[in-house]
């Protein structure tokens, strides 16, 4: 059997559940938890609590799988179907276009992203993250 280089991560987006759903599925499944809010970054001690409370990223690593989640959904909010993406840590930029052109090869794909992470739904209406570690 071939050794695996990468995997892929299920990435779920929550509206405001993020800490409350990963610490269930920590009691759960067990693993390490690791919670980024918008409070921990520097200067937002002055926002209102509900808003450094608010989950940027989350991951929940266990022996099963590893869990990515967020409480920041895009433009369209937290619908079913929206709300599960596949997330996959490119090697490179070049590795991450090449994916991004293989699952974008209808005109009926959403892209949205940064320099690091481009967002696609692919023809078959799965939401893929591409990042690049």
Not at 16 to 24: D, I, K, M, T, Y
Not at 67 to 77: I, Q, R
Request: proline letters at 1%; glycine letters at 6%; one cysteine or more.
């Amino acid at each position: 059997m071939t050794e695996v280089k990468r995997s892929f991560i299920v990435f779920l987006t929550f509206s405001g559940q993020c800490r409350q759903a990963l610490e269930h599925y920590q009691k759960c499944f067990g693993g390490d938890l690791e919670l980024q809010t918008l409070g921990d970054a520097a200067g937002c001690w002055k926002m209102d609590k509900r808003i450094r409370d608010v989950v940027v990223c989350a991951t929940l690593t266990n022996d099963y799988f590893k869990l990515a989640a967020s409480d920041l959904p895009d433009d369209a909010g937290v619908v079913i179907g929206n709300n599960i993406s596949i997330l996959i840590e490119c090697g490179s930029n070049s590795e991450r276009d090449r994916l991004h052109a293989l699952l974008s090869e209808t005109k009926s794909v959403r892209k949205k992203g940064s320099n690091k992470m481009i967002t696609v739904v692919d023809k078959y209406h799965v939401n893929w993250i591409l990042s690049v570690d």
